[in-house]
């Protein structure tokens, strides 16, 4: 059975009348005729009978008309509702945020304002390595690093200050040595967030020891931490925004390069990835504005 031989069933099903279902299908009568008898002949059932001079369905017609009807509405529907599954998919981006959380959250809201046909499903997952963005960090990215099997990467660095308090001790310094500090208390994230590991990593690699004395889970509490004078505290340049508290002093560290890579992987796991790549394009300019708009101020 073809498509077409059920169309020209189910017409003349709905009119019984084949004259006019030729019309209403815009073929000839013969060719509508002829149709439906090689339609009877597949299946080894006659579906009309003559009554007078008109057709009527039947009882095989009528119980192949009642199963066929539902079934080929829903075939037919199937091309949309392909197309609008498709463009539900393309819609929604998975963005997996392992680090630059704060930064990258603003760039969601701001991008939502412009585009809010666009759902980005963000979560926070060292273990999940679904996502059709992710942005993770390194203290310094290589490529063998990655294990994402990203088609296309951006890797932006910032820089790593103390934040200290803002008291006579620190009033006059722009920078400092971490072994200034190694009978000052420490304040760090809790966890295994990836920016904590890092801090750890360029702090063994110079062969500093920081004593901690306080750990949070997120970066407004160590500025309130520092800011009431309860230790000090790695503050990254970009990626926490602005440090917008008068209690609270940024220091560059002298010691080595502090800074790390925040790495920003694209994946092109969909048939149309063109509404991800948007994302991940507007993603890597706010960054790059961002940066260069603090360094501007």
């Not at 013969?30 to 009882?59: C, M, W, Y």
């Not at 088609?151 to 722009?174: C, G, M, R, W």
């Amino acid at each position: 059975m073809e498509l077409t031989q059920l169309k020209y069933f189910l017409e003349v099903a709905r009119t019984e009348h084949v004259t006019q279902s030729a019309k209403n299908l815009c073929i000839v009568q013969p060719a509508l005729t002829q149709a439906i008898h090689k339609l009877e002949d597949e299946l080894g059932v006659s579906l009309f009978k003559t009554v007078g001079r008109n057709i009527k369905l039947t009882e095989s017609g009528k119980f192949f008309y009642e199963k066929l009807k539902p079934l080929y509405e829903s075939m037919v529907a199937l091309p949309e509702q392909l197309r609008v599954a498709a463009d539900k998919q393309n819609n929604n981006i998975k963005l997996n945020v392992l680090a630059a959380s704060t930064l990258v959250t603003n760039a969601v809201i701001e991008y939502k304002q412009e585009n809010s046909d666009i759902n980005v499903d963000m979560v926070q997952n060292e273990e999940k390595n679904v996502f059709d963005i992710c942005v993770r960090t390194y203290a310094t990215y290589k490529p063998e690093l990655d294990n994402t099997n990203s088609d296309e990467t951006f890797v932006h660095s910032e820089k790593i200050f103390l934040a200290v308090p803002n008291v006579a001790q620190y009033k006059k310094l722009s920078s400092i040595s971490l072994f200034d500090l190694k009978d000052e208390k420490f304040i760090r994230l809790y966890g295994s967030k990836q920016y904590r590991k890092i801090c750890n990593e360029l702090c063994d690699r110079i062969g500093f020891r920081a004593n901690v004395t306080f750990e949070s889970d997120n970066a407004a509490a160590v500025k309130e931490a520092v800011a009431a004078g309860i230790g000090v505290g790695f503050w990254p340049e970009l990626s926490w925004g602005k440090m917008d508290h008068k209690k609270v002093k940024l220091l560059e560290i002298t010691d080595t390069d502090f800074k790390r890579d925040i790495v920003v992987s694209l994946r092109r796991n969909k048939q149309d990835n063109s509404k991800t790549e948007e994302f991940f394009n507007y993603l890597t300019k706010y960054i790059e504005h961002r940066q260069a708009k603090k360094r501007r101020s």
